[in-house]
């Protein structure tokens, strides 16, 4: 039977990327050597990171000044690195999930971190509007994408101080305007690479201004001058990111990828406002995430929980648990997930409704 991936991380990946994978695991780029088994400095892994830069760059359109990096870490490193790096003395933060509440925890490490907005109080299921960024803050922090609760800030937005974006769970699933941020980061399980490499774009111009010293692994100068080549980087995921990369331009760059993810998206959602057992976690339309689709079943069926979970497997759907801190169900539809995958779900929806 056919498997649908819905994980929300690590998740589903191209085929592409998956079988140009498993190829260079067995003999990379003609050298008769496993990419398991090569040096980062030869020359044929040297071209591989240069390459992933200079695509990642391509498809961001990100302008010049700017620095993408290969780290290792994950984005839960990065919560400590931003504010080591960027704050002296206050930080703004929007508090739109687990992940964000994380990142703020980290920050109040390295000085006064101010809380500009939460939706905590409502269990995360909008975007707060309406807050104010303190002009005095060294920088302010959100989280796009909200990968646990299903809320997404679609938007490029405007602020007065640097602005720094975790994109763990939405990078390349839409074009950016990369001028707008100072740092944008994430780790590539979600939408990009398996487990093990965390992407950086950064702005050069904002490094260098805070008074503490930082250990050299921590330091985004570091990565910079060594262009991702300090310390050993994570070689096979390096690749595979770059697998996905090109994947992405075939596909047409982001624009389609867009224009895909919002058509699958919108197709799910429309089952779940249509279906009478279920209904979405997030109401208002804007706030909807088009990456992680969170739903639970309606007051009258509850008990169909573990049933429909059971269903959905019958059929092939992997994945559909919701986190433990939202319930019901969670579907993440990663720019690999394929539109009939999500036409399954559907469909499986609907059968179950039926048998019901
Ligand atoms: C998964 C995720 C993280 C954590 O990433 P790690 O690489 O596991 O540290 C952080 N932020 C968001 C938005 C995520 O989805």
Redesign the pocket.
């Known amino acids: 039977m056919k498997k649908h991936n819905f994980y ?2 690590p998740s589903i990946l191209p085929q592409y990327t998956v079988d140009k994978v498993a190829e260079a695991v067995k003999d990379f780029a003609g050298t008769g050597l496993s990419i398991m088994e090569v040096s980062h400095r030869s020359k044929e892994f040297v071209s591989v990171m240069e390459e992933a830069q200079s695509l990642f760059k391509e498809l961001l359109s990100v302008p010049e000044g700017y620095h993408v990096l290969f780290l290792g ?7 400590a690195m931003v504010p080591m790096n960027l704050m002296n003395k206050k930080s703004a933060y929007l508090n739109t ?1 687990s ?2 509440s ?2 703020i925890k980290e920050a109040k490490f390295f000085g006064e971190v101010i809380e500009v907005a939460s939706s905590k109080d409502s269990n995360f299921n909008y975007i707060p509007e309406n807050y104010t960024i303190p002009e005095d803050a060294d920088y302010f922090h959100i ?6 609760y299903g809320t997404e800030i679609k938007k490029d937005i405007d602020s007065p101080v640097t602005l720094v974006a ?5 990078i390349f699933s839409r074009p950016l305007d990369v001028a707008k941020y100072g740092i944008i980061y ?5 939408n990009l690479a398996p ?1 093990g490499v ?1 992407f950086v774009i950064v702005k050069e111009s904002i490094l260098g201004k805070v008074d503490r010293p930082i250990p050299t692994m921590l330091d985004y100068r570091t990565h910079i001058e060594k262009e991702s080549m300090f310390n050993t980087p994570p070689v096979l995921p390096v690749y595979a990111a770059l697998q996905t990369l090109k994947w992405l331009r075939d596909k047409g760059g982001l624009e389609a990828m867009q224009k895909i993810n919002e058509e699958k998206a919108n197709m799910l959602y429309a089952e779940i406002d249509r279906n009478k057992l279920f209904v979405p976690t997030v109401d208002k339309d804007s706030d909807r995430s088009i990456m992680n689709v969170c739903f639970v079943m309606s007051d009258e069926y509850k008990d169909l929980e573990t049933d429909f979970l059971s269903f959905a497997s019958s059929r092939g759907m992997i994945g559909i648990k919701g986190h433990r801190s939202v319930g019901g169900f969670r579907a993440s539809l990663y720019n690999a997930l394929p539109p009939e995958s999500v036409k399954a779900l559907i469909q499986t929806m609907k059968d179950f409704e039926a048998n019901n």
């Open positions: 929300a991380g870490g994950g984005a839960s490193t990065q919560f999930g992940w964000a994380k990142a989280t796009t994408n909200n990968t646990i975790d994109m763990s769970s939405d994430g780790g590539a399980q979600k487990a965390t």
